[in-house]
């Protein structure tokens, strides 16, 4: 643990029982043999305060008054803060980053502010409530995010929140221990041009000159990181469930035409959920909102998802990615880590594992067995996979990768099913939630009730399943190997390497099966090596199913193609999905030099994705096949969308499509420079190793270097790094 100079000061002063006021003026000499022998006492004070205060004292309320300044990036705010304590104390804490300009409404204790946490000191007595009130202001460095406007559409900046991971405390004082549970009761105040949205209950609102405000209040409590708010251009669909929840649902006010898709089957998902979980939905109501340069797929701030916008899909993109899993995962967290919450990671399963099982469950329902089962055996492949290479992890450990808490986790549900039958199973996951409802829980809580339950000791399933670190493939062939399905799918794996002629019937029942949706792929896989007439013939089928997985297996996977099948393969521009005709475009003007402009022509003027998939490589088609005005034009578009306005995805993409055709201009790397502290580390690591691969050419290192002496490039730091100079 890494401490700042001030708070050693401060611990310091608590030790000599010195005033902070005497600690502050002493002049901070300690001899290094003194440090030495009281560091285990400092270390002791340091943990003390470091981890949860809840056996000291029970936070009641926090209720702050919110101000969010998009122009500035700045929050300030009025806060209160109300507690009751559990015995005599003389420092009570907030979890409180970089905040400024901190004013206290009369107060006989005495604050220090370490820039990372609050301190109250003074004699705090036993079994009794104190509050606090003071305004601040602060610059988040994290956890606030605020996202420009995009250049074609006004009002289109963004701010919103993530706090999981990120520490909600960068902007507003809390507990970030994720076991202190506290009721939030939050007003926003933000410019009138811009829809709000945050947990609870809206209540009232108003309007001052250019400003709304609106109180939200949430009735029960909730860990810190799951406190959220996100601004924007959203329009909202409202409806209730069928079990009267209030839902509402946003988009940017450019996509309000891709409703229906984006938020396909959301009154299924929520009652299959409840159907299945068999427990009430926990919180007030439920909204969801999609934003731009997300750090995640999605995130369950409570009653308030927000996740990523590559979810905005139409008919077409709905076939390429859609928002299902991600809807299903986010709302079963409502009650699996929103209601209960972890003690700690060692029992993150609780969240992860029982949010991804839960999602498959509602995939099961709306998508068929064969997806359910083609789901868990990849992921089950994925999972042997790294046991055998020796990188298999026990679920209950601290720091596990996201494979062992989702993947793995929801396997480990999946077996415990299999075990102790549904009945059990669900009946378990019920009286789990409902004991421990918004409370803190452990992994032996839940399977303490199903033992109960089944009457069946769990100690062998936590030592198999939960507690060992290679995954146990042969329990869960067996159970998957029931189904007929699988059975099929079997049968054509074990086939690859074998020659054609001993398969072709398999081949061929695989791609007119119903469920050629995964069984196509897998043979079509199998005939791309081979060669001759057969193949053609099998590869005609194949492109004939109309099947959307088997042709965009074939789109991405079958790179040269013969004249007999060029027509049939010229039909997979048109396909319902975008991906299959960005590939068929790029393999087609890769195989037809002669034919290049004609698919140009067809392919003009679409967008695809709502990050511009096909859109963008028909522009770097088009600077790469004419020598045109128009070509000229496509190039000033590419590069326009490196602009730092644009979500990330659309920048990526350009950078990659102008650094492959070797056309990066100064314009782009000025804007490519701005980019290196991008808050999504994805891309920001991807900012890096482009300019790192871009200086290994002498002409393009010497025109960055001279774009540095001329001032034009932003992080400078980073940039002269890269460069070592
Ligand atoms: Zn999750």
Do not use: C
């Not at 604050?111 to 004699?123: E, P, T, V």
């Not at 919450?341 to 498959?360: N, P, R």
């Not at 509602?362 to 068929?368: A, D, I, M, S």
């Amino acid at each position: 643990m890494k401490t700042s100079f001030f708070e050693m000061r401060f611990f310091y002063a608590l030790f000599f029982k010195l005033s902070l006021k005497q600690a502050l003026f002493l002049p901070f000499i300690i001899d290094y043999r003194l440090m030495k022998s009281f560091s285990i006492l400092f270390f002791f004070l340091l943990t003390s305060f470091a981890f949860s205060q809840s056996q000291s004292i029970d936070v009641q309320n926090i209720t702050a008054h919110v101000t969010i300044n998009p122009d500035e990036k700045q929050i300030s705010a009025d806060y209160r803060f109300s507690f009751l304590t559990k015995s005599k104390l003389d420092t009570v804490f907030l979890d409180a980053k970089n905040l400024e300009n901190i004013k206290f409404v009369n107060t006989e204790f005495e604050i220090y502010n370490s820039g990372n946490k609050l301190f109250f000191i003074g004699n705090f007595k036993k079994d009794k409530s104190y509050t606090f009130d003071f305004s601040y202001q602060v610059k988040p460095k994290q956890t606030v995010y605020f996202i420009k406007k995009l250049p074609e559409h006004d009002n289109s900046a963004q701010v919103w929140t993530q706090g999981q991971g990120k520490y909600t405390s960068h902007w507003l004082p809390s507990l970030d221990d994720m076991t202190d549970k506290i009721i939030f009761n939050l007003s926003y105040t933000f410019p009138d041009q811009y829809e709000l949205t945050a947990n609870g209950a809206l209540v009232s609102e108003e309007k001052n000159e250019n400003l709304l405000t609106r109180h939200f209040e949430m009735k029960n409590p909730m860990s810190s990181y799951l406190v959220a708010f996100a601004v924007g251009n959203f329009k909202a669909v409202r409806d209730t469930t069928d079990s009267g929840v209030p839902l509402k649902m946003y988009l940017p006010e450019q996509y309000n035409d891709y409703f229906r898709f984006t938020y396909q089957n959301y009154n299924e998902i929520f009652s299959i959920l409840e159907d299945k979980i068999g427990v009430a939905y926990p919180w007030q109501n439920y909204k969801q909102v999609p934003v731009r340069d997300f750090l995640y797929a999605g995130m369950e701030n409570t009653g308030l998802t927000i996740f990523s916008e590559e979810f905005i899909v139409d008919e077409i993109s709905y076939n390429d990615q859609n928002f299902t899993n991600v809807h299903a995962h986010e709302l079963a967290h409502q009650w699996f880590g929103n209601s209960i919450t972890e003690k700690s990671s060692v029992h993150h399963w609780l969240q992860e594992g029982f949010a991804t099982y839960f999602a498959l469950l509602v995939e099961q329902e709306l998508f068929g067995n064969a997806y359910f089962e083609n789901q868990l055996f990849e992921d089950a492949e994925q999972l042997k996979l790294a046991s055998d290479r020796g990188e298999g992890e026990k679920i209950m450990s601290k720091n596990a990768s996201s494979l062992t808490y989702y993947k793995k986790g929801a396997w480990a549900l999946h077996a415990l099913r299999n075990r102790i039958g549904d009945a059990v199973f669900f009946d378990s996951v019920k009286d789990f939630l409902n004991q421990n409802a918004y409370q803190i829980v452990e992994v032996d809580d839940f399977l303490k009730i199903v033992e109960e339950k089944s009457g069946q000791s769990m100690l062998d399933f936590k030592k198999e399943w939960l507690l060992q670190t290679s995954f146990p493939a042969e329990e869960a062939l067996s159970i998957l190997g029931k189904s007929e399905f699988i059975d099929q799918l079997f049968k054509l794996k074990l086939k690859r390497g074998k020659p054609l002629k001993d398969k072709i019937l398999l081949i061929k029942n695989a791609l007119l099966s119903r469920h050629n949706a995964f069984l196509g792929p897998e043979a079509v896989l199998q005939i791309i090596p081979e060669k001759g007439s057969q193949r053609e013939d099998l590869l005609y089928l194949a492109f004939s199913t109309g099947n959307i997985e088997t042709r965009q297996f074939l789109a991405k996977n079958l790179k040269q193609i013969s004249k007999d099948l060029k027509e049939k393969y010229e039909d997979l521009l048109k396909d319902q999905s975008y991906v299959t005709r960005e590939h068929a475009l790029l393999n087609l003007w890769m195989n037809f030099p002669e034919d290049r402009r004609d698919y140009l022509a067809q392919m003009k003027g679409q967008e695809g994705t709502i990050h511009k998939n096909i859109e963008l490589l028909w522009l770097m088609l088009k600077v790469t096949t004419e020598k045109s005005k128009e070509a000229r034009k496509a190039f000033h578009q590419l590069t326009d969308y490196t602009d730092s306005a644009y979500a990330y995805q659309i920048k990526r993409q350009a950078f990659i499509y102008l650094f492959q055709i070797d056309k990066l201009t100064d314009q782009s790397i000025i804007n490519l420079s701005k980019d290196l502290n991008h808050s999504v580390w994805r891309y920001r690591n991807f900012v890096k190793q482009l300019l790192t691969e871009l200086i290994k050419d002498q002409n393009h290192r010497a025109d960055i270097i001279k774009l540095l002496e001329k001032d034009q490039l932003s992080n400078k730091e980073k940039v002269k790094d890269i460069l070592k100079v």
